[in-house]
């Protein structure tokens, strides 16, 4: 039947992606509560001149930049160094930061905008706007880059608009919404949400699987621009703890993804997945040259994919 064949296909080959859109709302509340902890700890420790834990908290590679000098350290010893150096002099300084946002590009990458306030005893106060890069490794999440603006400095110059790869994604523009794909017979249903990433640099889609009431299975896509490369590129996580990525080429309506990927077992699979354009409110689906550790699998059918009505 065309809705079993697309459940085996989305454990088999993990096109779609990584969790309920509600799981995904969790994780993040809770990673952002661990960045803004941290960020609190951060001050604690400038406010003791602590420099190795606040090196501690960075990432093993990352750049950290004096405002003061323009000298950038990489790495956390010599970052400690720069900070022992900052700190020099200025023994009365005490910070205060007040985070204005925190923003999500993918679950392992952050960014923290805010305002930063050093004050001193007998030396005027020093304002700044900051953004601050978090990144997560092995469940840790660490400063990675910080960017500082100071508010004289602000004044005088236009903000610089943030980057953005939209004119290398607009083309999947079309995607942004819902959509779903009903099989009456089986009582299944395949529901697809699609949205923009903020400042469009990324575009996520999120499915779930339900069989009658119950979800079956559910995950994630993440869709970027590959610099280097020159073309698009996604990543894909599904549920039962499978991934995947792929390469997108384009011709007319018709999108073609190359795909591989590792099943949760450690089983590698791969396949050529087909997108083409109908109109503003359908798409159709199919997937080819599928394997599973190199034996060919069955092709999926060509599917109807259409935009969800309210």
């Known amino acids: 039947m065309r809705a079993i064949q697309a459940t085996i296909l989305v ?7 990584l969790v309920l859109v509600s799981g995904l709302r969790a994780a993040q509340a809770e990673d952002e509560a ?17 420099s190795k834990t606040m090196a501690s908290m960075w990432s093993p590679d990352a750049v950290y930049t004096d405002d003061s000098t323009g000298e950038s350290a990489v790495g956390r010893e010599a970052i400690q160094k720069q900070l022992d150096h900052t700190f020099a002099g200025a023994e009365d300084a005490k910070l205060k930061i007040n985070i204005d946002s925190i923003d999500f590009v993918s679950p392992n990458v952050a960014v923290e905008k805010g305002s930063a306030e050093v004050t001193y005893a007998k030396h005027p106060t020093e304002k700044s706007e900051y953004t601050a890069v978090h990144v997560k490794r092995d469940g840790q999440w660490m400063l990675d880059r910080v960017t500082d603006v100071d508010d004289d400095e602000s004044d005088k110059k236009p903000p610089e608009p943030p980057p953005s790869n939209f004119e290398h994604l607009k083309e999947l523009d079309w995607m942004v919404g819902s959509w779903v794909d009903k099989d009456e017979n089986d009582n299944v249903t395949i529901q697809t949400d699609c949205e923009w990433t903020k400042n469009r640099n990324f575009m996520t889609r999120s499915f779930a699987i339900a069989i009658g009431d119950q979800i079956n299975k559910s995950g994630m896509q993440i869709i970027g621009w590959d610099p280097i490369n020159k073309k698009i590129h ?10 995947s990525e792929g390469d997108w080429t ?30 503003n409110d359908s798409y159709s689906w199919e997937s080819i040259h599928r394997e599973i550790d190199g034996e060919m699998q069955p092709n999926v059918e060509e599917v109807l994919i259409v935009r969800k009505t309210e």
Do not use: C, M
């Not at 454990?11 to 992606?17: F, N, P």
């Not at 996604?234 to 991934?243: A, C």
């Not at 591989?260 to 590698?268: F, I, M, R």
């Open 250 to 279: 384009h011709k007319d309506k018709k999108w073609v993804i190359k795909q591989h990927g590792s099943l949760p077992d450690g089983g590698k699979t791969s396949a050529v997945n087909i997108l083409k354009e109908i109109d």
């Open 11 to 17: 454990g088999a080959t993990l096109l779609w992606s």
């Open 234 to 243: 996604s990543w894909v996580f599904d549920s039962d703890g499978g991934f």
């Open 34 to 50: 661990t960045i803004r902890a941290n960020a609190a700890k951060y001050v604690e420790s400038y406010n003791r001149r602590d």
